[in-house]
């Protein structure tokens, strides 16, 4: 059973805290046991391995109660541990953020609950999944996570800012005289109120609204009466996925400037044999080494210090996501670029499933798997397009699609989209037949003292290599499409 998400919630321990640093520390999923997830089948367990940590754990978001708009903090660390996944969240300086760190402090929300993505069942254990975000909630659905310390910084600060307040207000209070108005007296002639009324109707209105001066919305430039809606940050459509990458299998860790394997010639051979004495046809196998080259990505900012001593730390951090989401989109493109440069070029196919189809016989007939599929814009809509009556037996009945990140999963086919593509382009592949490589985050941070501020540093490393050519076949279709 697949599911596109799954919300798996789990029962807190005793807490404790202190007010040091504002920061949640926890197992957020026990490994063997049983729970009941918001869908799918009850009791179901989660066992090492079978959730995908994100590299980037700043991806990872903390909100209350599964509600998006409640963000209240993200993720500085994530790891798998003998008996669950463990995590740290740092904490937003604000009303919620505060409101949070008391409630945990004081045993109010002590459960945690982790939401995952492209979620592979088998009866009631998780087969495979992705940690997508984490949410506090009030109660679980079961027993195992522990939030380990909770730390946060005092708020008396707001107890004394409503203290000086008062204090401030009485002393106002007591300082002003307000002006006696003026006693009122009757006027010496009487005025006829149906006249009046008779030539404000007519154009003479001004005798009885001159009066009256009005206040408006212009007048109240300091926002005492009529508020601004703050909206906080707007949405902006950003990929920052790689589904290219992680279809050929998660980026794997490079640990130096330069990535080498070997590869053997498979050139052994046999032949009829007479017998007796004939000679015996001989042959023999060669190897050869095979190596990349890293490259680098870096990007570099500079920050006032009043962003930092006046606003908030988080600033920093959002700098460098900019740079990781970046990073992410063009590293995308490099291994879109390096696989369909090295791979087998094929032309004079008519449909995607034509592609496909001829794809899947040729890997297999050279004892390979298609097990990923690449399509551009064009050929992705026509697939989609098709009826029950078209798609074939591998499609029918078996797809689920996941239409935020344009793929969907066939017979075990992972089959992703991607916009850079020319129209009209297929490839099919077996995973194993490419790599990418990637280094840790390596970010700097110096002070700009002259200039009072700090500046900001991000650089990653990262390689690709395609170890069987002949196991990437790219189609450019032909007319048809």
Same mark, same amino acid.
């Given at each position: 059973?697949?599911?596109?998400?799954?919300?798996?919630?789990?029962?807190?321990?005793? @807490?404790?805290?202190?007010?040091?640093?504002?920061?949640? #520390?926890?197992?957020?999923?026990?490994?063997?046991?049983?729970?009941?997830?918001?869908?799918?089948?009850?009791?179901?367990?989660? !066992?090492?391995?079978?959730?995908?940590?994100?590299?980037?754990?700043?991806?990872?978001?903390?909100?209350?109660?599964?509600?998006?708009?409640?963000?209240?903090?993200?993720?500085?660390?994530?790891?798998?541990?003998?008996?669950?996944?463990?995590?740290?969240?740092?904490?937003?300086?604000?009303?919620?953020?505060?409101? @949070?760190?008391?409630?945990?402090?004081?045993?109010?929300? /002590?459960?945690?609950?982790?939401?995952?993505?492209?979620?592979?069942?088998?009866?009631?254990?998780?087969?495979?999944?992705?940690?997508?975000?984490?949410?506090?909630?009030?109660?679980?659905?079961?027993?195992?996570?522990?939030?380990?310390?909770?730390?946060?910084?005092?708020?008396?600060?707001?107890?004394? !800012?409503?203290?000086?307040?008062?204090?401030?207000?009485?002393?106002?209070?007591?300082?002003?005289?307000?002006?006696?108005?003026?006693?009122?007296?009757?006027?010496?002639?009487?005025?006829?109120?149906?006249?009046?009324?008779?030539?404000?109707?007519?154009?003479?209105? =001004?005798?009885?609204? $001159?009066?009256?001066?009005?206040?408006?919305?212009?007048?109240?430039?300091?926002?005492?009466?009529?508020?601004?809606?703050?909206?906080?940050?707007?949405?902006?459509?950003?990929?920052?996925?790689?589904?290219?990458?992680?279809?050929?299998?998660?980026?794997?860790?490079?640990?130096?400037?330069?990535?080498?394997?070997?590869?053997?010639?498979?050139?052994?051979?046999?032949?009829?044999?007479?017998?007796?004495?004939?000679?015996?046809? =001989?042959?023999?196998?060669?190897?050869?080494?095979? #190596?990349?080259?890293?490259?680098?990505?870096?990007? /570099?900012?500079?920050?006032?210090?009043?962003?930092?001593?006046?606003?908030?730390?988080?600033?920093?951090?959002?700098?460098?996501?900019?740079?990781?989401?970046?990073?992410?989109?063009?590293?995308?493109?490099?291994?879109?670029?390096?696989?369909? /440069?090295?791979?087998?070029?094929?032309?004079?196919?008519?449909?995607?499933?034509? /592609?496909?189809?001829?794809?899947?016989?040729?890997?297999?007939?050279?004892?390979?798997?298609?097990?990923?599929?690449?399509?551009?814009?064009?050929?992705?809509?026509?697939?989609?397009?098709?009826?029950?009556?078209?798609?074939?037996?591998?499609?029918?009945?078996?797809?689920?699609?996941?239409?935020?990140?344009?793929?969907?999963?066939?017979?075990? &086919?992972?089959?992703?989209?991607?916009?850079?593509?020319?129209?009209?382009?297929? &490839?099919?592949?077996?995973?194993?037949?490419?790599?990418?490589?990637?280094?840790?985050?390596? #970010?700097?941070?110096?002070?700009?003292?002259?200039?009072?501020?700090?500046?900001?540093?991000?650089?990653?490393?990262? $390689?690709?290599?395609?170890?069987?050519?002949?196991?990437?076949?790219?189609?450019?279709?032909?007319?048809?499409?």
């Amino acid at each position: 059973m697949e599911n596109t998400n799954l919300e798996l919630t789990i029962t807190g321990q005793t @807490l404790e805290a202190n007010l040091e640093e504002r920061r949640i #520390t926890g197992r957020i999923i026990p490994f063997g046991v049983p729970g009941y997830p918001s869908v799918g089948p009850q009791g179901i367990i989660a !066992e090492a391995g079978s959730i995908t940590l994100p590299e980037d754990a700043s991806s990872v978001f903390l909100n209350l109660n599964h509600t998006a708009n409640d963000v209240v903090g993200k993720a500085t660390n994530l790891e798998e541990r003998e008996d669950g996944i463990y995590a740290s969240f740092r904490v937003s300086k604000t009303t919620k953020g505060n409101d @949070l760190l008391e409630e945990v402090k004081d045993g109010l929300r /002590a459960d945690l609950s982790v939401e995952l993505s492209e979620v592979t069942t088998k009866g009631t254990a998780i087969v495979a999944s992705v940690l997508s975000g984490v949410a506090s909630v009030v109660k679980g659905a079961f027993k195992g996570a522990t939030v380990t310390e909770v730390a946060a910084e005092a708020t008396d600060t707001n107890t004394n !800012e409503k203290e000086s307040s008062m204090d401030e207000n009485l002393e106002i209070n007591a300082e002003v005289t307000p002006e006696v108005a003026p006693s009122i007296k009757a006027a010496n002639e009487k005025q006829d109120l149906a006249k009046l009324t008779f030539a404000a109707a007519h154009g003479g209105g =001004s005798a009885v609204q $001159a009066a009256i001066t009005s206040t408006g919305v212009a007048d109240d430039a300091g926002e005492v009466y009529v508020k601004e809606q703050k909206l906080g940050e707007l949405f902006e459509a950003r990929k920052v996925s790689r589904p290219i990458v992680n279809a050929f299998g998660p980026a794997r860790p490079l640990t130096s400037l330069v990535i080498s394997g070997t590869k053997k010639n498979r050139t052994i051979t046999v032949a009829p044999w007479a017998g007796g004495r004939a000679e015996i046809a =001989s042959s023999k196998f060669s190897t050869e080494s095979q #190596t990349e080259q890293a490259a680098y990505l870096a990007g /570099a900012g500079g920050l006032d210090i009043e962003l930092i001593e006046f606003g908030s730390e988080d600033v920093v951090s959002e700098v460098y996501e900019e740079m990781i989401d970046d990073y992410h989109r063009k590293t995308e493109t490099v291994f879109l670029t390096k696989l369909t /440069a090295e791979a087998t070029a094929v032309s004079g196919t008519a449909t995607v499933i034509e /592609a496909v189809n001829d794809g899947m016989r040729k890997l297999s007939g050279q004892g390979a798997k298609g097990d990923v599929v690449v399509l551009d814009d064009t050929s992705y809509a026509e697939l989609l397009e098709l009826t029950s009556s078209e798609v074939p037996w591998w499609f029918e009945n078996q797809a689920t699609v996941n239409l935020q990140d344009g793929s969907f999963t066939a017979s075990g &086919i992972k089959i992703v989209t991607n916009s850079d593509l020319a129209a009209g382009t297929v &490839i099919v592949a077996d995973s194993r037949a490419a790599k990418f490589y990637e280094s840790k985050n390596i #970010t700097l941070r110096s002070i700009d003292a002259l200039h009072g501020g700090i500046d900001l540093a991000f650089i990653k490393a990262h $390689a690709a290599m395609v170890t069987d050519p002949a196991s990437v076949r790219v189609y450019t279709l032909g007319t048809g499409v």
